[in-house]
């Protein structure tokens, strides 16, 4: 029953820590698009389902939602998937002229295959542009994901603006849905003029930021969490009193006969003044494996005992006492740089071949953070901020990894693309992000081993 409960706890926790932290990162991702007028269809908390729980925003389109697959959310922002050289203007025009048109149809008259055609359309429906058409009788969406016979026009103002658009007007004459909808300018025009409102007809530095907002938004996540911890709820803190604060148990303190309160006089003729001090000369004996009087007072009564460290014995086993303390805003930001440096260094060598297996044995899995998230949960709640803030600010730093399908290796294709100036293929890029998600697979499996080797 207590492993039942521990495991509970851990799922819980575990869920409830990474759904606030992805949530922010990906909130990142949605401010950012809002910012740059690019369309954002979905936002929602945990991984894609047809299970859901959601409601649709009336003032821009976007659905928002949560579904059963808790580990992880997403962004949905239009026009991020890569384009092939399809007639994707000739395919518009043929929905938009007849406002609802078969897939087989489509591709006689565009004289592709239906492939092709599919292509097409379903990009054109990435970018809210276009609708699927499934028949009637199946109902709004059909309980399958396969593809649908046909596809419709989407609702549009009389500016051509869709519910997407920051510009939409609701109280202009609507064109619904499935109706016709006769272009006021070429096909052409009109492509262009729906490619400017996704991702990928947006300038360098706006997909740049959209996708850079993320680890943002993870970074002042963690840093907003530390300072919680540290300043607001407080934390215990060693203090430097020459005095035992806790004993370690079956330690040699123990078992010498040491307690939490027992405040320390001397080690041998060494006046002890803090628990530096102490600390000090303890290291010292236990190098040298000497034996040692130690003086201390219990109860206001003065007694020493005779310690003589094993050979196998590293320390007395007791630790400093504490105290709750409140830190300054500006020494707890102080301790979340430091903390930022040393998250950003152990991200970096994940990438350096000779570094890479042993940055590995030192991570975790969502099974380790869930586990942990349990202990700090269990220990208070800034015990839980901080762990957190630390895991909000391993994932800003991680996911700027130059590595697909992470945010930096979106960024290192964009930049990529700066350089050659042309876009890469939907080819190459399928090709780089599967390398990407293969590599994460290898890392997840091997991090899962050593959560199973360390917690079970």
């Known amino acids: 029953m207590p492993q039942f409960v521990s495991t509970i706890s851990a799922i819980f926790w575990g869920v409830l820590v990474l759904s606030i932290l992805v949530t922010a990162h990906e909130a990142g991702h949605y401010f950012a698009a809002r910012l740059c007028k690019a369309r954002v269809t979905e936002f929602f908390i945990g991984m894609p389902s047809r299970h859901k729980w959601s409601w649709r925003s009336k003032k821009h389109g976007t659905e928002f939602g949560i579904t059963p697959i808790l580990l992880g959310g997403y962004t949905r922002i239009c026009g991020m998937s890569p ?25 006689q008259q565009l004289d592709c295959s239906v492939e092709d055609a599919y292509d097409i359309f379903e ?83 706006a997909r740049f930021f959209m996708i850079f907002a993320g680890p943002v938004a993870s970074f002042i996540t963690g ?13 215990e803190v060693p203090t430097n009193d020459p005095m035992i604060g806790a004993v370690v148990e ?55 005992l005779q310690i003589t460290p094993a050979q196998n014995d590293t320390a007395l086993g007791i630790y400093a006492p504490t105290k709750w303390a409140h830190l300054s805003v500006g020494e707890a930001l102080n301790i979340t740089w430091k903390f930022s440096v040393q998250i950003a260094q152990f991200a970096a060598k994940l990438i350096v071949p000779t570094q890479t297996m042993n940055v590995v044995s030192q991570s975790s899995s969502i099974v380790g953070i869930s586990v942990m998230a349990s202990q700090a949960a269990s220990s208070g709640l800034g015990t839980l901020l901080l762990f957190a803030a630390q895991i909000s600010l391993s994932l800003a730093f991680m996911n700027l990894l130059p590595i697909p399908p992470l945010d930096g290796g979106k960024i290192l ?31 997840f499996l091997l991090s899962l081993k050593n959560d199973i080797l360390r917690f079970i």
């Open 413 to 443: 294709i964009e930049f990529i693309q700066v350089i050659i100036r042309k876009p890469l293929s939907e080819r190459t890029q399928s090709y780089i992000s599967f390398v990407g998600i293969a590599l994460f697979a290898c890392l």
């Open 250 to 304: 079956h330690s040699l303190a123990q078992q010498a006969g040491l307690q939490s309160g027992d405040r320390l006089l001397a080690v041998d003729d060494h006046k002890v003044d803090s628990f530096t001090d102490l600390a000090g000369l303890l290291k010292d004996k236990f190098d040298k494996h000497e034996a040692f009087e130690l003086s201390y007072q219990r109860d206001g009564s003065a007694q020493s």
């Open 83 to 107: 384009l092939n050289q399809l007639e994707y203007a000739r395919g518009l025009e043929l929905v938009q002229t007849q406002g609802s048109i078969e897939v087989e149809q489509a591709a």
């Open 123 to 205: 990009t054109l429906v990435d970018w809210a542009t276009i609708e699927p058409d499934y028949e009637s009788h199946e109902g709004d969406k059909p309980k399958g994901r396969s593809l649908p016979n046909s596809y419709k026009t989407t609702l549009r103002d009389s500016a051509f603006n869709t519910k997407f658009d920051d510009s939409f007007d609701e109280n202009t004459e609507l064109m619904q849905a499935g109706t016709a909808q006769p272009l006021t300018m070429t096909a052409q025009d009109f492509l262009d003029q729906e490619r400017s409102k996704i991702y990928v007809g947006k300038k360098f530095w």
């Open 223 to 235: 840093v907003l969490f530390m300072v919680l911890s540290l300043s607001v709820v407080g934390q």
